[in-house]
């Protein structure tokens, strides 16, 4: 059993491993840098470490982008070090549950997706397909 988090981006249902999330931040203010990708908003210092900002709905070419009060930073790091600390914005956070292995399916998902190409899979729960991104791939783009 594993336990993911899920989160909107343009009102379609997405997840990655809690594992991987440090924190959960209101979109506030962010530092922006210049000479960086479209996608990349900037930085912020969260605890006296400087966290590069990318927009997840960006970067999966989502349409109609608009800050609300549900926007939110979901704070990951792929390897466990605070050095690498990412955030990525969403539309808004869901909920965190458990994920039986028998409950993953292969991806529903078709078409453009953007920069994000790989899923682990998705689910069927409370009426909705959720979306399970690969997380690590996603951390590769941006890092690089």
């Not at 343009?10 to 959960?24: P, S």
């Amino acid at each position: 059993m594993t336990s993911i988090i899920s989160f909107l981006i343009n009102g379609e249902a997405f997840a990655f491993d809690t594992l991987k999330v440090r924190n959960i931040l209101e979109f506030d203010k962010v530092t922006w840098v210049p000479n960086t990708k479209d996608y990349l908003l900037g930085v912020i210092n969260l605890h006296g470490n400087i966290i590069p900002i990318a927009d997840l709905r960006v970067m999966m070419e989502a349409k109609d982008i608009e800050n609300t009060q549900d926007t939110a930073v979901i704070v990951v790091s792929d390897n466990d070090k605070t050095e690498s600390l990412i955030g990525l914005v969403v539309d808004g956070v869901k909920e965190v549950f458990d994920l039986e292995e028998s409950e993953l399916r292969e991806s529903v998902i078709n078409g453009n997706t953007g920069l994000v190409h790989t899923f682990v899979g998705s689910i069927y729960k409370n009426d909705e397909f959720i979306h399970i991104i690969d997380l690590t791939e996603v951390v590769q783009e941006i890092e690089n």
